[in-house]
């Protein structure tokens, strides 16, 4: 009888000590089994009253049970143990590592140069003025002196929008922002205005469909093409770092008379001649002259009170020459292997 339970028990204890999951379940199963008031304790004391030479016995099993119990205990304590620094090595981190720095992104090139071109212009009196990017017919062409039909709409080439009948389109130079400002403030006046502007036009190294533009104004009583040079050339000295040859040529712009563009020497082929400057060794940077007195007067300003003079920079003709860049769309191409250089 006394064998049969010590039987049962080891299998039951065994069968416990197999289920268990923890170090925690390992001890109550050895108190349950082989503690002070376990079950081997208890099948011992219902033996108290059997023969001697029984008892011997019984307790030679009972011992034999015990160990053997004990040793399954031990090895499932030990499996226990591996598994729990298995898991402890594989978690295991070492805190201090210093941890990973998040890629800092910086400021697009024509970003930084276009606040630079902001900070040279402001500290020499100039007020940075915004305007729509959305204009209709007369601030972009009307009382720009630039007539319906006018062949000087040609140079232009302008993306309108499908409207009910407002005619808008997206504007083609920075140039309406002239008037929106003057028919707000009164001379003396000087601004520059940078922003986005929009053409119907095929790329190449020099021409983008949207670039931007910085449209300058100066109108006050005695202004002439001389305050319009001084302004240039400080501006290019500061810009690019040293004196600056830059070249007025005749041109013709219905918003300004007399007009002119503004070129420097183009920094790619050190004005020998290339293919961006078109073999001439110049590149055109803006265009500019003294502000139409049509102009003026489509502004609500008296031309025989006020003078001014206009400039329009291609922002982006700016950086390419700061910075010896050869193709304009490399600016918004993405690609980071130009932007990370800046
Ligand atoms: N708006 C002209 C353009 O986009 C550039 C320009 C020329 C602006 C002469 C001016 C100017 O202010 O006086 O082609």
Not at 93 to 109: A, F, M, Q, R, S
Not at 222 to 241: D, N, P, Q, W, Y
Not at 253 to 270: M, R
Request: hydrophobic letters at 40%.
């Amino acid at each position: 009888m006394a064998k049969i339970s010590f039987k049962t028990l080891k299998n039951k204890a065994q069968k416990d000590i197999n289920l268990a999951k923890d170090l925690k379940e390992l001890d109550e199963i050895f108190r349950k089994y082989l503690g002070e008031k376990g079950e081997l304790r208890q099948i011992l004391h219902s033996l108290e009253d059997l023969p001697q030479i029984k008892r011997k016995e019984t307790g030679k099993l009972a011992n034999q049970i015990k160990k053997e119990i004990e040793e399954t205990l031990k090895k499932k304590k030990s499996n226990i143990q591996n598994l729990i620094s298995n898991i402890q090595k594989q978690e295991w981190v070492d805190i201090t590592i210093p941890g990973k720095k998040p890629v800092l992104g910086h400021l697009h090139p024509l970003t930084q140069v276009k606040r630079e071109i902001e900070e040279i212009f402001q500290s020499m009196g100039f007020s940075v003025v915004e305007g729509p990017d959305v204009e209709n017919e007369w601030y972009n062409f009307d009382a720009l002196n630039i007539p319906k039909d006018h062949p000087a709409r040609d140079m232009w080439d302008t993306l309108w929008l499908k409207d009910k009948g407002a005619k808008l389109l997206l504007r083609a130079h920075t140039s309406p922002v002239q008037i929106h400002y003057m028919e707000k403030n009164q001379p003396p006046l000087r601004i520059i205005v940078p922003g986005s502007v929009f053409r119907h036009e095929a790329t190449d190294a020099r021409h983008e469909f949207q670039l931007y533009q910085i449209e300058g104004l100066m109108v006050d009583k005695e202004i002439s093409v001389a305050h319009l040079k001084a302004i240039l050339t400080e501006f290019f000295k500061r810009f690019f770092g040293k004196n600056t040859a830059f070249r007025l040529d005749p041109d013709f712009f219905p918003f300004t008379e007399p007009s002119f563009n503004v070129s420097v020497t183009c920094v790619i082929c050190g004005g020998k001649g290339c293919n961006l400057c078109k073999k001439t060794g110049w590149l055109e940077m803006a265009g500019a002259g003294m502000v139409h007195p049509n102009v003026l007067k489509n502004s609500g300003l008296n031309p025989k009170e006020w003078r001014g003079w206009a400039f329009g920079f291609g922002l982006e003709r700016l950086a390419m020459m700061k910075y010896k860049i050869d193709d304009i769309r490399l600016f918004r191409s993405g690609d980071l292997r130009f932007l990370n250089q800046f």
